[in-house]
């Protein structure tokens, strides 16, 4: 904080000190700046300069810098999955960007450790016949550590100086890898990442059971409603098709969502909302999403259609790649769902680079009804495999006012982007249900809605492929035994 010391004489028959703490204004670009003026007048007296200063050195730090959330928010960056231990030159980019706010969705750091991949021995921690998990919980020491060295990063530390930064967690830094209510150092690991967010020690978020949390953000017409999800703290095993956000949490979400209204309201959910991967992928790998527990996303479609709230879109992370989805069946206007995953970690860079086309090439072949593809787009897949960022952007000067959302990659480039105006993300009719006479509608059917054959189109290219290797291999077998034989015959004979 800036601080300047003014000392005004007045006229000669009255003396009078004033001094004035000026700090910087409140601006849109750091709602932590802030402004506060203290005046004294104290009769004359020996030393009266001293016993003002010393009355400072005891007031300011009791001065606390509140965010100003009046301020308007046009552009807001968000972001999962980076690994402390990683470069993260995506912080260049986020700067660049120049975002109020900044949004975590989980895997904020990678605080669970992890085993060699053993197929084989007495430790077997890959496949069906595995005995021990890969994933086992960092202590809190190793994980306040990992947080310690996350915030410390000079990109990050840069970002925190410009913009507000909130968030919620996933299942890497709330513990262990897909851990849910079953975990038993949450209570720590909530303490380690409010401390990471800066959160208030008096915080509601310290009080309660989970880390989800709400914002109001600009003055009235260009209100933006953020919503955090907590989708660990509560969550049933996985298909248990059970509870994700648990009661209390459902009954705060609704409470938020019949409350004051705003133009934009964005929900962050650390897991995908409404694209369901593991429909098309499974039996190969599988993924976490809302589509995994069918009843509590159901209810969550319910809610919103039920509450009229305008401007509702999701923003999401985890998968460790990029898309945008929507699905127009599930309230009275599209809900869209960013996905942006992850500012390290991508499913590209997990392979050597001569396997990455490959990979964009199966998630061409994977079948994603809810997939927005458009022009935008870097692949023709309409999902990005490199690290990336989310970007938002609002024209509250456009008549209607308009929203841009894009991912972005390393450089701040877009590889993927939506635009339309706000107005419409408002309750009609025109998106309440499926269309009659068609048996299967993009955007609207559910991945296991999907005809056989092109719901299981990636398993049956795999196993396909495996089985013609492997007759392949057996033919060379045969053919190379045959010539064998017949070179054997023509030396006896010889």
Known sequence: ITRSTRIDRCNSRKKRKTWELEYPPTSPRNPHHFSSLLSSSLAPMAGSRLVHLFLLILLVPSLRAAPNTTAVVSRIAFGSCANQSAPQPVWEAIVGFDPQVFIWLGDNVYGDNKRPSRVFGRERTVGPWRNVPRFYPATEEELRGKYELAKANPGYAKLRERARVIGTWDDHDYGVNDAGKEYSGKVFSQRLLLDFLDEDEDSPRRK???????????????????????????????????????????????????????????????????????????????????????????????????????GVLFISGDVHFGEIARFDCGAQYPLYDITSSGLTQSVENSVPAVFQSVMRLLAWLTPTPMRVFSPNCRHKSCSYGQPNFGAIEIDWNAVPPRVKIELRDLHGNSVDGVEFPISELKPSNAHANKKEGHSFEAHCSLETELPWLVRYRLALLFFGTIAVFVIAVALLVIACCSATKLFTRKCKMA
């Open 208 to 310: 309660q059971a989970g880390v989800y949390a709400s914002y109001m953000f600009g003055p009235e017409g260009k209100r933006v409603k953020v919503i955090m999800l907590d989708t660990r703290y509560h969550r049933d095993p996985l298909l248990s098709d059970g509870a994700i956000l648990g009661d209390p949490q459902w009954q705060w979400l609704e409470r938020e969502l019949r409350g004051p209204q705003s133009e934009m309201t964005i929900i962050g959910s650390s897991i995908q909302v409404v694209s369901n991967l593991s429909a098309t992928t499974g039996p190969l790998f599988y993924v976490e999403s809302w589509a995994r527990f069918p009843r509590e996303r159901e209810r969550l479609f319910r809610l919103i259609d039920s509450s009229k709230r305008n």
